[in-house]
T-cell receptor, first 114, second 109 residues
Framework: ETGVTQTPRHLVMGMTNKKSLKCEQH?????MYWYKQSAKKPLELMFV???????ENNSVPSRFSPECPNSSHLFLHLHTLQPEDSALYLC?????????????FGPGTRLTVL | LAKTTQPISMDSYEGQEVNITCSHN???????ITWYQQFPSQGPRFIIQ???TKVTNEVASLFIPADRKSSTLSLPRVSLSDTAVYYC??????????FGTGTRLQVFP
C-alpha cells in the first residue's frame, strides 16, 4: 500500500459515455498527478496539481478534464473518448511538485474504450 | 529536455547482480536521477535517487559518473520477485518530468 488509492480499478465505457476516475491520497502531500500509460509506450504526464491549483497540462485533449477539489482528492472526468484512449491511468502524489520529491503511485485504473 | 535511453529488456538468473544503464546525455545541472520499478498493472514504485557519485539503500545502488551523462542501477542478488520494468527518470522541473521507455527485467530460476 502506497497511501494512494484509485477507483475504479477497471472501467469499460463507450465513446459517448461520461465517467470519472477518482484518486485519493492519505499522505498529506501537496502535489497530485495524472499519468497515462499505453501499451509499449512510456508513462505520459497529463496533469499536475499543487495545492489544488493546476500547474501543468501537457497538451492533453479537452475530452480529459481534471478536477482537484482539495489536496487529498483528484478526479479525471472523461467524455466522448476514443478507442486509442484505452490505457492504464495512474495517479500519484508527492510532498511538493518537485521532481526531487518521491512520487507515490496508486494502483491505476485500467480503462477500455469501446 | 533531458531524454533518457535504456535497454528494452534484460534477462538474469536468481542470485545474480543486475546492472541497468540509462543514458541521459542532455541532463541539466540541477537534474536529479530517479529510478522506479513497476509490476504489471501497478503504479511505479520509487527505488532510488541520486545526483552524483554513488548512492546505496536497502534495495539497490546507483552509480553516476562524473559527467552525469549516464547512470547505472545495480540490483544485488536478484530474485524472481524482481521481475519488473525499471524506469530511469531525469527532471528538474515538473514540465520536464520524463520517464524513459523502461527496461523489462526478467529473472529466471
Amino acid at each position: 500500500e502506497t497511501g494512494v488509492t484509485q477507483t475504479p480499478r477497471h472501467l469499460v465505457m463507450g465513446m459517448t459515455n461520461k465517467k470519472s476516475l477518482k484518486c485519493e491520497q492519505h499522505l498529506g502531500h501537496n502535489a497530485m498527478y495524472w499519468y497515462k500509460q499505453s501499451a509499449k509506450k512510456p508513462l505520459e504526464l497529463m496533469f499536475v496539481y499543487s495545492l489544488e491549483e493546476r500547474v501543468e497540462n501537457n497538451s492533453v485533449p479537452s475530452r480529459f478534464s481534471p478536477e482537484c477539489p482539495n489536496s487529498s482528492h483528484l478526479f479525471l472526468h472523461l467524455h466522448t473518448l476514443q478507442p486509442e484512449d484505452s490505457a492504464l491511468y495512474l495517479c500519484a502524489s508527492s510532498q511538493d511538485p518537485n521532481p526531487t520529491d518521491t512520487q507515490y503511485f496508486g494502483p491505476g485504473t485500467r480503462l477500455t474504450v469501446l | 529536455l533531458a531524454k533518457t535511453t535504456q535497454p528494452i529488456s534484460m534477462d538474469s538468473y536468481e542470485g545474480q547482480e543486475v546492472n541497468i544503464t540509462c543514458s541521459h546525455n542532455n541532463i541539466a545541472t540541477n537534474d536529479y536521477i530517479t529510478w522506479y520499478q513497476q509490476f504489471p498493472s501497478q503504479g511505479p514504485r520509487f527505488i532510488i535517487q541520486g545526483y552524483k557519485t554513488k548512492v546505496t539503500n536497502e534495495v539497490a545502488s546507483l552509480f553516476i559518473p562524473a559527467d552525469r551523462k549516464s547512470s547505472t542501477l545495480s540490483l544485488p542478488r536478484v530474485s524472481l520477485s524482481d521481475t519488473a520494468v525499471y524506469y530511469c527518470l531525469v527532471g528538474e522541473n515538473t514540465d520536464k518530468l520524463i520517464f524513459g521507455t523502461g527496461t523489462r527485467l526478467q529473472v529466471f530460476p
